[in-house]
């Protein structure tokens, strides 16, 4: 009966302590999850931030090389202005692939993208009235209406401002969502190590 009894502690002990591996295996695997999508996400984030980055700055140089011509009237100046009507669009889709699960940033993506479609029918409207500028007598009071009404009023900075501002609001709430995922993944690992030396010390004392 004594002999039994021992057997059945001795199976009974490795029982839990098998259980225990097994736990402690599944909640590493568990963390090893976690951490490859957290590495996925920084990655996408960090393209995120990457694209917004370039779409920006295409965008600001389409914008110098605008005000370059109309101080100038040298068509140089419209070279980035140029480049930037084709390359623009490409970054605005590589966006939106990038953040097509976050509609929040979609949404301010896409006022991003309003606000220049609106700023490029105003730059259009007001290069090719400089390049007519002395053509025509007409040409020239066509200029100085839109340099009125327009140049003079400050409504193309108004829109790069507002340009800027969602840009700073897109960049803001990624580098928020990297926050948060970073401090999940921390304590994710942190629980882990903890569980890890609570079964560890299980398994001891029962073995």
Not at 135 to 153: D, G, I
């Given at each position: 009966?004594?002999?039994?009894?021992?057997?059945?502690?001795?199976?009974?002990?490795?029982?839990?302590?098998?259980?225990?591996?097994?736990?402690?295996?599944?909640?590493?695997?568990?963390?090893?999850?976690?951490?490859k999508r957290?590495?996925?996400?920084?990655?996408?984030?960090?393209?995120?931030?990457?694209n917004s980055?370039?779409?920006?700055?295409?965008?600001?140089?389409?914008?110098?090389g605008f005000?370059?011509?109309?101080?100038?009237?040298?068509?140089?100046?419209?070279?980035?202005?140029?480049?930037?009507?084709?390359?623009?669009?490409?970054?605005?889709?590589?966006?939106?692939?990038?953040?097509?699960?976050?509609?929040?940033?979609?949404?301010?993506?896409?006022?991003?993208?309003?606000?220049?479609?609106?700023?490029?029918?105003?730059?259009?409207?007001?290069?090719?009235?400089?390049?007519?500028?002395?053509?025509?007598?007409?040409?020239?009071?066509?200029?100085?209406?839109?340099?009125?009404?327009?140049?003079?009023?400050?409504?193309?900075?108004?829109?790069?401002?507002?340009?800027?501002?969602?840009?700073?609001?897109?960049?803001?709430?990624?580098?928020?969502?990297?926050?948060?995922?970073?401090?999940?993944?921390?304590?994710?690992?942190?629980?882990?190590?903890?569980?890890?030396?609570?079964?560890?010390?299980?398994?001891?004392?029962?073995?």
């Amino acid at each position: 009966r004594s002999v039994l009894k021992l057997s059945s502690q001795i199976l009974l002990a490795f029982s839990i302590v098998l259980l225990l591996s097994i736990v402690d295996s599944y909640t590493n695997y568990t963390l090893s999850v976690k951490v490859k999508r957290n590495t996925e996400f920084l990655n996408r984030s960090e393209e995120i931030i990457r694209n917004s980055g370039r779409l920006h700055k295409a965008i600001i140089e389409m914008q110098s090389g605008f005000r370059g011509f109309l101080l100038t009237s040298d068509t140089n100046f419209l070279d980035k202005y140029d480049e930037g009507i084709l390359n623009v669009p490409g970054f605005f889709a590589k966006q939106r692939e990038l953040i097509v699960e976050n509609k929040p940033q979609l949404l301010i993506l896409e006022d991003i993208y309003k606000l220049h479609l609106q700023w490029i029918d105003y730059s259009d409207s007001l290069i090719d009235a400089r390049k007519k500028l002395t053509a025509s007598e007409a040409y020239s009071q066509m200029y100085n209406r839109l340099f009125e009404t327009k140049l003079k009023k400050l409504i193309g900075k108004k829109m790069n401002d507002d340009i800027t501002a969602k840009f700073l609001e897109f960049d803001r709430s990624e580098y928020q969502l990297r926050s948060v995922r970073s401090d999940r993944l921390i304590a994710s690992i942190e629980r882990t190590h903890t569980f890890s030396f609570i079964f560890l010390t299980l398994t001891f004392i029962i073995g």
